[in-house]
Every structure is written in structure tokens, then in C-alpha cells.
């Protein structure tokens, strides 16, 4: 079945960059996602990339993929003590709300000072 | 931008007891809600999809007479767990779909069971 891998916790230094990796089982899995959860809040889609792609790069925000490894990565250059947050992946079949989410466990993520 | 409110936040119950949890899309009309849960240290599970006006569709594995759920109106959705038992302890959360295009998140439910 489809399954979502994420390490529960990842600690950096402010200004640091935060690299947050997932891995993932199935291999039809067309696009993947990176959501954010701040405390008292729902996640929010972060950003996403589409399986032919291996970088998406947006601000401080990258996006690694690797198809063949079903290895993503999120790096956050210069992180801030407001990223703070849980970040989740996930991958969907198709793009859009009509397709099926499978998620992580999420990634809890504490920059310190 | 688009807000979905859920309620309560946190709710602790005695086992035998029914939980209440509600979802509601505050600036939209959402037609179709999703419904998730999250054991600790597990990953985020869907657990059904609810369509206003029509019965919910659950996942398998996911009993519908224990986790009923209600969409009886374009901006509400209701998660009830019935009969709550100390495994039902988990992290609910609920989204709502925007438009057919993007999907906005509540906040979260912590539900303990004693």
C-alpha cells in the first residue's frame, strides 16, 4: 500500500539552513507536497512538485526530488524562529482536491536561538 | 483567504461517551469535506469524505457506525465519535475543499479518552 516516511523532529539554529526529508513507497505517485501546521492553525500547502521535476525552488524554500530513490527533501535557507512548524509531505495521483492525499507523520521542527 | 474553523480544539471524555467534532468553512461553500486522523508518532489518515446532502464516504478500515458524520449544510461538517473508547485518542482534523481547486485545513482536534 502507500506509505509516507518523515523523522518526527528536527532541531536548527536560527539562520541555519533545515533540510526535512521524506521517502515514500508508491511509485505512481505523481505529485508531492509540502504542507506547514503552526500551532493552532491547520496545515497550509506550502508548495509542491510534479514527479518529472527533480527542483522547484521558491524564496528560501527548495524542493529536492529524487524519483528513483522516492526521496524529497525541503530545505529552508536562513531559518527563522516563524518556521517553527510542523511540516508534512504528501503525494497524490493527480493534482487537485479530487485526488486522494496520503501524508506523513510530519516533521516537527524547532529553531532555536 | 479562505478559513476553516474546528471545534473544540481539545476534548477529554470518559470511555462510553459520544464526542461531537465540528468542521465549518467560514467565508465559502465547501460541497465536499475530508475527515483525518492522526495517532501519535503515525502518519495523517483519511479517514472519509463527506459530501453535502449525501452519505459520507469512509475509508477501509474506518467504521461508519462508530465515526458518523453529517454534512447537512454547504458549510458545516460534523465528525461524531460514538461510543469513545481510549483507542479512539487521536488528533482529528478536518479540510474543506475550495472551488474544486485547493483544499483549506482546521486547526485540529486532540481527543482523549479516559
Known amino acids: 500500500g502507500e506509505d509516507v516516511e518523515q523523522s518526527l523532529f528536527l532541531s536548527v539554529r536560527e539562520g541555519d539552513s533545515s533540510v526535512i526529508n521524506c521517502t515514500y513507497t508508491d511509485s505512481s505517485s505523481t505529485y508531492l507536497y509540502w504542507y506547514k501546521q503552526e500551532p493552532g492553525a491547520g496545515l497550509q500547502l506550502l508548495t509542491y512538485i510534479f514527479s518529472n521535476m527533480d527542483m522547484k525552488q521558491d524564496q528560501r524554500l527548495t524542493v529536492l526530488l529524487n524519483k528513483k530513490d522516492k526521496h524529497l527533501s525541503l530545505r529552508i535557507a536562513d531559518t527563522q524562529t516563524g518556521d517553527s512548524a510542523i511540516y508534512f509531505c504528501a503525494e497524490s495521483k493527480a493534482f487537485g482536491t479530487a485526488s486522494k492525499l496520503t501524508f506523513g507523520t510530519g516533521t516537527r521542527l524547532q529553531v532555536t536561538l | 483567504g479562505a478559513v476553516v474553523s474546528q471545534h473544540p480544539s481539545r476534548v477529554i471524555c470518559k470511555s462510553g461517551t459520544s464526542v461531537k467534532i465540528e468542521c465549518r468553512s467560514l467565508d465559502f461553500q465547501a460541497t465536499t469535506m475530508f475527515w483525518y486522523r492522526q495517532f501519535p508518532k503515525q502518519s495523517l489518515m483519511l479517514m472519509a469524505t463527506s459530501n453535502e446532502g449525501s452519505k459520507a464516504t469512509y475509508e477501509q478500515g474506518v467504521e461508519k457506525d462508530k465515526f458518523l458524520i453529517n454534512h447537512a449544510s454547504l458549510t458545516l461538517s460534523t465528525l461524531t465519535v460514538t461510543s469513545a473508547h481510549p483507542e479512539d485518542s487521536s488528533f482529528y482534523i478536518c479540510?474543506?475543499?475550495?472551488?474544486?481547486?485547493?483544499?483549506?485545513f482546521g486547526s485540529g482536534t486532540q481527543l482523549s479518552v479516559l
Open positions: 479540510s474543506a475543499r475550495f472551488a474544486n481547486e485547493k483544499l483549506f
